[in-house]
Every structure is written in C-alpha cells, then in structure tokens.
C-alpha cells in the first residue's frame, strides 16, 4: 500500500517542491497536458482533500477543482465551517488524464512522490479522500468507496475518510446526506486535540 515517507524529496517547502516538479513529464500524462496541477490552498492546512486527478477546467487553468465539481466542494468545505483558503486541495495524479479516464496504475506510481512530498511538508491533521481512486490509492484498497466511507482508516497515522467526489455528488444529488455524514466525522476529528497538544 502506498505510505507517506518522511524526507521522501528533500524539499523544505511546497514552492521549492512545485518548481522542481512542474516540469515533469515521467508518464505519458506529461505529455499531454495542458497545465501541471501542483494543489492549492493553506500550506499549514489541517484539512486535506485529496481527489483523482485535474479534469477539462483544472487542466487550463493549473487549479485544482475549479469546475463544476470544484464549486460543489467550495460549498461543502464553506458548510464544514472552513474556507477554501484554509484547506489544501490536491490530487492522486497532477495531469489530466485523457477523456478524464482514471489514471492508470504506472501514472499514479510515477506522481505518487509528489503528493507523498505534499503531505510530509503540509502535515494536515486529517486527509479527505473524493471519490473511489483517490481512497484505493491513497490507502492501497481495492475495496468500493461506498464500503470504504463513514470511517477514518489510517495511513501513517494521518486518519482519513474517504467519501464521495463532488462529480458524483451532481449526478446523484440523493448521496450528500451519506457525504454530510462522513464530514461531521471529518468536523469532529479536526476538534480533537492532538496527542502532542
């Protein structure tokens, strides 16, 4: 199962770490690209979201979640309490893949660094994974996000709940209140203080 690992790129910040990655070009998806990708937001976020990889919109503008999708998740973090300026937003793969397909397993072995690096330098206090491939990838499951979500599992000990992606929220508006759920849960674990505090 991928794991985050401490020191993995020795870079001491996210801009240092977004220079020397913006270039890259180490799967096909470099190629084809419009924009990189890198992720947005507080860099001392204790909230993450994590989701699959940039769609048509992320991919011309170089932000994470900016369409349709995107304004959703604006909603849900603003009903959580927070802003988008105080979360960090990234994704499994920093590329579009072609037609939006899922990235395949090479793509994501090859970005798997980035985000590893990501999460060292930020630490967020919890992860939220949107949607099936950033929960399987981020946890090493194959198991379906609708058996997956409503639980913290845990990945070197950062908990994270995974939960539907936002796109899915819009063609089945009906699952908000099981995505609500796994946010309250989100809410409460963020208010815990930590063991260290």
Same mark, same amino acid.
């Given at each position: 199962? $991928?794991?985050?690992?401490?020191?993995?790129?020795?870079y001491?910040?996210?801009a240092?770490?977004?220079?020397?990655?913006q270039?890259?070009?180490?799967c096909?998806?470099?190629? !084809?690209? !419009?924009? +990189?990708?890198?992720?947005?937001?507080?860099?001392?976020?204790?909230?993450? +979201?994590?989701?699959?990889? =940039?769609?048509?919109?992320?991919?011309?503008q170089?932000?994470? +979640?900016?369409?349709?999708?995107?304004?959703?998740l604006?909603k849900?973090?603003?009903?959580?309490?927070?802003?988008?300026?105080?979360?960090?937003? #990234?994704n499994i793969v920093?590329?579009? =893949?072609?037609?939006?397909?899922? =990235?395949?397993?090479?793509?994501?072995?090859?970005?798997?660094?980035?985000?590893? #690096?990501?999460?060292?330098?930020?630490?967020?206090?919890?992860l939220?994974?949107?949607?099936?491939s950033?929960?399987?990838?981020?946890?090493?499951?194959? !198991?379906p996000?609708?058996?997956?979500?409503?639980?913290?599992?845990?990945?070197?000990?950062?908990?994270?709940?995974?939960t539907?992606?936002p796109? $899915?929220?819009?063609?089945?508006?009906?699952?908000?209140?099981p995505?609500?759920?796994?946010?309250?849960?989100?809410?409460?674990?963020l208010?815990? =203080?930590?063991?260290?505090?």
């Amino acid at each position: 199962r $991928f794991q985050t690992v401490p020191d993995l790129q020795p870079y001491g910040d996210l801009a240092s770490l977004h220079a020397a990655i913006q270039d890259c070009v180490k799967c096909p998806l470099g190629k !084809t690209r !419009t924009k +990189f990708v890198f992720g947005a937001g507080d860099v001392h976020a204790k909230l993450m +979201f994590v989701g699959e990889g =940039p769609g048509r919109d992320e991919d011309l503008q170089g932000l994470p +979640f900016v369409g349709r999708a995107g304004q959703l998740l604006t909603k849900i973090i603003e009903a959580i309490g927070m802003k988008r300026e105080d979360v960090y937003i #990234a994704n499994i793969v920093k590329c579009r =893949p072609p037609n939006n397909r899922p =990235p395949e397993p090479e793509e994501v072995r090859e970005c798997w660094p980035h985000l590893s #690096a990501q999460i060292n330098l930020i630490k967020p206090k919890v992860l939220c994974a949107l949607g099936s491939s950033a929960a399987r990838n981020l946890l090493g499951l194959e !198991t379906p996000i609708s058996a997956l979500r409503g639980k913290f599992h845990y990945v070197d000990g950062i908990p994270v709940m995974p939960t539907y992606h936002p796109a $899915f929220l819009l063609r089945n508006p009906n699952m908000k209140k099981p995505c609500w759920e796994d946010l309250k849960k989100v809410i409460a674990a963020l208010k815990k =203080p930590a063991a260290s505090e």
